[in-house]
């Protein structure tokens, strides 16, 4: 008789919700159990999970270490997926696999490459992936410099943190005054140039941005299965532009992903992200984990999540080519169950779940308090 296998996802985003029922339905018909952590007790993954925790807050990267390894020993976990503290937890892969849990994660090697986008624009960029000329900026002049070079050259600048995930910090300067223009409609990522350079100027704390052109559509992400012998099973990009969204097997887009996620050991899960600068594509961004739209690869008869606990498992599928590729579709948001009581936050010193053993989740189709669904267009 299979074993179940049981799968850990920590702190992970709302649309992993999605990622959780793919594995429940894998093809393999393999009994999937799913334990999950996070710091809000009202994330729609604890409620999706078979079992769930709140997590302590205030734990050092070591200390949340130690934490995961006591939660792998204790839950029987196979798999763990890390997205917070992850640097800290793939530098202890050995003492994860002393505990017989397998970390859905590449080494710190490549999880160190990525954590700053500067050392790591400058290491695709040495082996021959294109990325858009940028400025690390810590000081209002080097901020004003950076601008009005890109300026001269015919382009908007934006920033961002050199370090962060997603969209968080992303922000596009203009020179136009602050006026009533700009409190009408929703807000945007839009800043005025002479609020931010009096804000730097003003303050005591550091920054550490990188300033570039803001790039054109269509964003194309690639999400990259990749064995730990460096090679690539799988790669499928995910067309964003605007609200229509798509996929692509073009070479223009896959075959960059590729070097990066082969070059670099990008084992298991990775999105690779890229924009048009001018005719040409480039790099924009590297998650060493797995997207939040991952899921949305189903339309092209793919589960990718499956595919992937398969190869932490030394269950390798080989190389998967997509069966076809999807239509176009549009994402939309939508209702998920709740657990029905919030309970207060966690304190370090607690130990033991706060959370009991949960009923399964709701179906598929009632989706996402911070998640989204995906319809054809």
């Known amino acids: 008789m299979v074993s179940r296998v049981r799968v850990w996802l920590n702190r992970t985003y709302a649309e992993n919700v999605f990622f959780m029922d793919q594995l429940r339905r894998n093809p393999s018909d393999r009994a999937v159990e799913i334990h999950a952590t996070h710091g809000d007790a009202d994330s729609p993954v604890l409620a999706a999970a078979d079992t769930a925790e709140l997590e302590p807050e205030g734990l050092s990267p070591a200390g949340y270490v130690e934490?995961?390894?006591?939660?792998?020993?204790?839950?029987?976990?196979?798999?763990?997926?890390?997205?917070?503290?992850?640097?800290?937890?793939?530098?202890?892969?050995?003492?994860?696999?002393?505990?017989?849990?397998?970390?859905?994660?590449?080494?710190?090697?490549?999880?160190?490459?990525?954590?700053?986008?500067v050392i790591a624009y400058e290491a695709v960029?040495?082996?021959?992936?294109?990325?858009?000329?940028?400025?690390?900026?810590?000081?209002?002049?080097e901020l004003v410099a950076a601008v009005e070079e890109l300026e001269a050259a015919g382009h908007k600048a934006c920033f961002?943190?050199?370090?962060?995930?997603?969209?968080?910090?992303?922000?596009?300067?203009?020179?136009?005054?602050?006026?009533?223009?700009?409190?009408?409609?929703?807000?945007t990522p839009y800043v005025q140039l002479d609020l931010v350079l009096d804000a730097l100027r003003r303050t005591d704390e550091t920054v550490d941005w990188l300033v570039m052109p803001r790039l054109e559509q269509p964003e194309v992400s690639v999400d990259c299965l990749t064995g730990p012998d460096n090679r690539v099973r799988?790669?499928?990009?995910?067309?964003?532009?605007?609200?229509?969204?798509?996929?692509?097997?073009?070479?223009?887009w896959l075959e960059p992903a590729r070097m990066i996620a082969e070059g670099f050991g990008l084992h298991y899960l990775s999105n690779i992200q890229f924009r048009m600068f001018g005719d040409t594509p480039v790099l924009m961004d590297v998650n060493t984990r797995p997207a939040g739209g991952?899921?949305?690869?189903?339309?092209?008869?793919?589960?990718?999540?499956?595919?992937?606990?398969?190869?932490?498992?030394?269950?390798?599928?080989?190389?998967?080519?997509?069966?076809?590729?999807?239509?176009?579709?549009?994402?939309?948001?939508?209702?998920?169950?709740?657990?029905?009581?919030?309970?207060?936050?966690?304190?370090?010193?607690?130990?033991?779940?706060?959370?009991?053993?949960?009923?399964?989740?709701?179906?598929?189709?009632?989706?996402?308090?911070?998640?989204?669904?995906?319809?054809?267009?």
């Open 125 to 141: 960029q040495a082996i021959g992936v294109p990325v858009p000329p940028w400025w690390r900026v810590r000081t209002a002049d």
């Open 67 to 117: 934490y995961a390894l006591a939660q792998c020993r204790r839950r029987g976990i196979d798999v763990f997926v890390p997205r917070l503290h992850q640097s800290a937890v793939v530098a202890h892969r050995a003492e994860f696999e002393a505990a017989g849990t397998a970390l859905l994660a590449p080494p710190p090697e490549a999880v160190a490459v990525f954590h700053d986008k």
């Open 160 to 187: 961002k943190p050199a370090s962060g995930a997603g969209g968080v910090g992303f922000r596009v300067i203009t020179r136009a005054p602050f006026s009533l223009l700009h409190l009408n409609g929703f807000p």
């Open 294 to 377: 991952l899921h949305q690869l189903s339309l092209c008869g793919v589960n990718v999540p499956w595919l992937a606990v398969r190869l932490a498992l030394g269950d390798d599928p080989g190389e998967v080519v997509p069966p076809f590729v999807g239509q176009d579709y549009t994402v939309v948001s939508g209702p998920r169950p709740l657990r029905p009581v919030s309970i207060p936050q966690q304190r370090a010193e607690v130990e033991g779940p706060l959370l009991p053993a949960m009923p399964a989740p709701a179906p598929v189709d009632s989706v996402g308090s911070g998640a989204a669904q995906v319809l054809p267009l």
């Open 234 to 252: 799988l790669a499928i990009g995910r067309i964003k532009n605007g609200r229509r969204r798509g996929f692509t097997l073009q070479e223009q």
